[in-house]
Nanobody, 121 residues
């Protein structure tokens, strides 16, 4: 059974940093891409970043501020978030899928439960 578990969310002031982590189990994740999405209230789920053996890909709204990384030995994928803004406030989800770079949520077949990130102004 594939499982993804996010951690590291919380409340931070604008300009601050957070590091999210996703622990994965249940498949050979080195074969798949891993992604971080976010969803704010009333908005669609949007891609933040995705990573595979082919490289990394970032959504336009986070380029230069967020960095995705992956530990293949530990089956984890992290998201380092710097220079956070109030508009980064959302639930952040970890996901895994076959394609890269896959920018739409429908391209991912397993999802974590999400972790809340709140950035105060």
């Amino acid at each position: 059974q594939v499982q993804l578990q996010e951690s590291g969310g919380g409340l931070v002031q604008a300009g601050g940093s957070l590091r999210l982590s996703c622990a994965a189990s249940g498949r050979t994740f080195s074969w798949y891409s891993m992604g971080w999405f976010r969803q704010a209230p009333g908005k669609e789920r949007e891609l933040v970043a995705t990573i595979s053996s082919a490289g990394t890909y970032y959504g336009d709204s986070v380029k230069g501020r967020l960095t995705i990384s992956r530990d293949y030995a530990k089956n984890t994928v992290d998201l380092q978030m710097n220079s956070l803004k109030p508009e980064d406030t959302a639930v952040y989800y970890c996901a895994t899928g076959f394609r890269f770079p896959a920018v739409v949520a429908a391209s991912y077949d397993y999802w974590g439960q999400g972790t809340q990130v709140t950035v105060s102004s």
